[in-house]
């Protein structure tokens, strides 16, 4: 059973923690679920910290997704018809914005491990040497910070070896100017520093005002710090079992099961038969 007041006019899931499994994968019963949701007429959003270079990837476990909204809600795309995808918004920070908030954060708690991710899609991540990089599909270059820092940015990664990400963000939100850049952090350990006004929440505001969709329309499911914004906005939100603490707390129920045992799709089920 589901605690669900009224069917939604638009779906919003997290992808890496909450649809995706621990394996990477997208299980055949999820897609089949998503598949059917947006067979319903129901909008389908993946919204994901993964920044626009893996977009295709992101089109591929979610292939029935009408928008996709990456970057932390930084870049918001139509995929809704056939193979083209429109960009409905783009934004990105200066790289020496992103710099000097490394700077404040590391007077605050220390030494950092540091990347950034340009805009441009043929320069590499680039920064100091992360061995813990958790998406091995994403090519990083080791350069120095003033060389990496430079140009438009889709985001930093910052590392502490002493701190867990949460609590990271703590720090990072008592120093950093917020006027000039957003924090978050996508519970791999890393926080990511966006540009000025970017969360998941805002990235589905543009598909929400496109169809004039009001937020107590829409159902999202989320299991990380940056999911929190979209689950604070939403009519109805869903946490994973196995989501941070945080996010359970502002959550209206949990989903029956975890990311490896395909809640989300059990979930979804459950509406459907609503429907």
């Not at 129901?42 to 996709?68: E, H, K, M, S, W």
């Not at 795309?77 to 000097?100: F, P």
């Not at 990083?140 to 990496?148: D, F, N």
Request: aromatic fraction near 6%; charged fraction near 25%.
């Amino acid at each position: 059973m589901i605690n669900l007041s009224k069917a939604p006019r638009l779906v919003a899931t997290d992808l890496d923690g909450t649809l995706v499994r621990s394996d990477e994968s997208v299980s055949p019963r999820s897609m089949a679920a998503l598949k059917r949701l947006a067979a319903s007429g129901v909008i389908v959003v993946g919204a994901t910290g993964r920044g626009p270079r893996l977009l295709d990837l992101c089109r591929n476990d979610v292939p029935a997704a009408d928008f996709l909204v990456l970057g932390q809600g930084a870049f918001v795309y139509e995929c809704r018809y056939d193979d083209t995808i429109v960009e409905m918004s783009n934004r990105s920070v200066d790289g020496e914005i992103l710099h000097e908030a490394l700077r404040l954060i590391e007077n605050e708690v220390g030494p950092l491990r540091a990347l950034a991710e340009p805009a441009h899609p043929e320069r590499l991540i680039a920064g100091d040497a992360m061995p813990d990089w958790p998406w091995p599909a994403v090519t990083l270059k080791v350069a120095p910070r003033e060389e990496a820092f430079t140009g438009p940015m889709v985001k930093g990664y910052f590392v502490s070896d002493t701190m867990d990400g949460p609590e990271l963000l703590l720090a990072a939100q008592e120093v950093v100017d917020v006027e000039k850049v957003a924090v978050t952090e996508s519970g791999v350990g890393i926080l990511e520093v966006c540009p000025v006004g970017v969360n998941k929440a805002a990235g589905l505001q543009v598909v929400l005002d496109k169809f004039d969709i009001d937020w107590s329309d829409v159902l999202v499911f989320g299991d990380a710090t940056n999911d929190l914004p979209m689950l604070r906005s939403a009519g109805h939100a869903v946490a994973m079992p196995n989501a941070h603490p945080w996010v359970k707390h502002v959550a209206d129920e949990l989903a029956p099961a975890h990311n490896d045992d395909d809640g989300v799709a059990q979930y979804l089920e459950y509406l459907l038969d609503l429907l």
